[in-house]
């Protein structure tokens, strides 16, 4: 576990509090916050979620899915993705995505290095950085 | 959000990166992986392996894999240097998300579907 500096911590403590006062953050958690307080959008989310979670557990282990079950699953994230809340979530999330990685790029030009890869980088990982 | 305002949000983005990754690159984990790396390219053998891995004339069998390259001193120590910022950056990461009140680094990932 690493212990950052006080220095370090504060300034990614300032980036994400900058990150946070933008419009395209600001969009995306209220759009979250309204999906979350809906009952019939939630329920639809974690159906979807689950379905997808047993399906590739499944599959992982070697198991040939039926056509019906896929198509079953195709079915609920069409419906999923239909949903008001949801759309305008995703959208949001869409856009947020877009300026991480501008905002993330920025980072890694004045570090010489790829941020984004180490900071989601697991140990099976491996491979070059610079 | 007003344009002014919308300005200066962007503004405070940008210094604060500009702080962030100078205050990185001023970490010991950094310079050790930049010294490292630069000690893995001046490696002798590392040179002639990763040559000889790339490939030589005819398709001839080469004797070495790229798991004894990983095995060589140099690149161990990158790896090792490698993992140090890789957890720095985790850990950052962690605290850059909290403020933010959304992952960072998972949702800067491009992807080649967008």
Request: hydrophobic share 40%; proline share 3%.
């Amino acid at each position: 576990m690493v212990i950052l500096p006080d220095e370090l911590k504060q300034a990614a403590q300032a980036l994400g509090q900058a990150l946070r006062t933008t419009d395209v953050v600001q969009t995306y958690l209220d759009a979250q916050a309204r999906l979350e307080a809906d009952p019939e959008a939630r329920s639809l989310e974690e159906r979807l979620q689950k379905l997808y979670r047993d399906l590739l557990t499944r599959q992982q282990a070697g198991e040939q899915l039926d056509r019906a079950e896929v198509d079953k699953y195709y079915a609920l994230l069409s419906q999923t993705q239909s949903h008001p809340l949801i759309a305008e979530r995703n959208s949001a999330l869409s856009q947020l995505k877009t300026y991480f990685a501008d905002v993330a790029l920025h980072l890694s030009y004045g570090l010489g290095l790829d941020y984004t890869a180490l900071a989601t980088a697991t140990e099976e990982d491996g491979g070059d950085q610079q | 959000m007003s344009i002014e305002k919308k300005v200066a949000v962007e503004q405070s983005v940008e210094e604060t990166v500009h702080v962030l990754a100078a205050l990185l690159k001023a970490r010991p984990e950094f310079t050790e992986l930049g010294r490292a790396a630069a000690r893995v390219n001046a490696d002798p053998q590392f040179q002639r392996l990763s040559r000889e891995m790339r490939g030589t004339p005819g398709g001839l069998q080469h004797a070495w894999s790229p798991e004894q390259l990983e095995a060589l001193p140099v690149v161990q120590a990158y790896r090792q240097a490698e993992c140090s910022v890789r957890d720095l950056c985790h850990a950052l990461d962690t605290v850059i998300s909290e403020a933010a009140g959304v992952a960072f680094a998972a949702n800067a990932k491009r992807s080649c579907c967008g």
